[in-house]
């Protein structure tokens, strides 16, 4: 069982960065694919970013393709989602999650464990 805790959401304006933080209770990341998902209100939950098990691959949605780094910190055993430029349509919950992962490719889909989420909003 992994679990995850997200932090780092906020309220920030238009063209504003954040940086999301998740770290694993317990467990280290060396055997896990880890992703950001992000869920708007009255919409269902996206695909956002991925990061490879060595965290050398990376995989973004286009909608945040250029703007959005998924990156980690082995010493600190922590993943970071860095956000800049954000948009009003960037407002939505953010949820990091973690996958066992056999190879070292970046995963859009089928994540195992979740955390709470984090909310993100930008204002206009």
């Known amino acids: 069982q992994v679990q995850l805790v997200e932090s780092g959401g906020g309220l920030v304006q238009t063209g504003d960065s954040l940086r999301l933080s998740c770290a694993p209770s317990g467990r280290t990341f060396g055997t896990y694919a880890m992703g950001w998902f992000r869920q708007a209100p009255g919409k269902e939950r996206e695909f956002v970013a991925a990061?490879?098990?060595?965290?050398?691959?990376?995989s973004y949605a286009d909608s945040v393709k250029g703007r959005f780094t998924i990156s980690k910190d082995n010493a600190k055993n922590t993943i970071y989602l860095q956000m800049n430029s954000l948009k009003p349509e960037d407002t939505a919950i953010y949820y990091c999650a973690a996958r066992l992962a056999v190879t070292d490719i970046p995963r859009t889909g089928g994540y195992n464990y979740w955390g709470q989420g984090t909310q993100v909003t930008v204002s206009s």
């Open positions: 990061l490879s098990r060595s965290g050398g691959s990376t």
